[in-house]
């Protein structure tokens, strides 16, 4: 089993769209569940969840969020990446929401939350604060699971 099977993971992708701003795709899994959604955002935005995800947590009550679009018809898209701490040991989780707000028979829509390691989120913020301004299309983290 390779390491996109066998532990969760979050992956962003990226084109060029206007300046400062990119058509992004994130997909996550948690081995068992996956799902991905385009959306279009500022390479700031992407810097600003970066840092803050190097310096996570800095308190029980810390939250990083990653939101692009909306969760009304209005819109093209909802995407919403959100990391906190679960219990007071200190475990960490990434809940993605994402939908392309579609009707039915396209509408395409997702949530669910990946149990990791703060560490590994530590790591997924140094690496997306690298890769935005770089040349790189994709982003590839494996988070570790809680416990392991």
């Not at 579609?102 to 703060?118: D, K, L, M, Q, S």
Request: charged share 20%; net charge negative; glycine share 8%.
């Amino acid at each position: 089993m390779d390491e996109t099977t066998s532990r969760p993971w979050i992956e962003f992708t990226k084109w060029p769209y206007e300046e400062e701003m990119f058509h992004f795709q994130v997909a996550a899994s948690d081995c068992g569940f996956s799902a991905s959604q385009e959306f279009y955002g500022y390479a700031d935005d992407v810097t600003t969840f970066g840092t803050a995800l190097q310096a996570f947590p800095r308190g029980r009550g810390d939250e990083v969020v990653l939101e692009a679009g909306r969760r009304d018809m209005g819109f093209a898209h909802w995407v919403s990446v959100r990391v906190y701490l679960y219990d007071s040991v200190g475990h960490a989780a990434v809940a993605l929401n994402v939908s392309n707000n579609g009707h039915e028979p396209y509408r395409r829509e997702a949530r669910f939350t990946i149990r990791c390691e703060v560490a590994s989120l530590n790591q997924l913020g140094d690496a997306l604060v690298h890769w935005i301004r770089s040349s790189a299309r994709t982003v590839h983290v494996a988070l570790t699971p809680v416990g392991a």
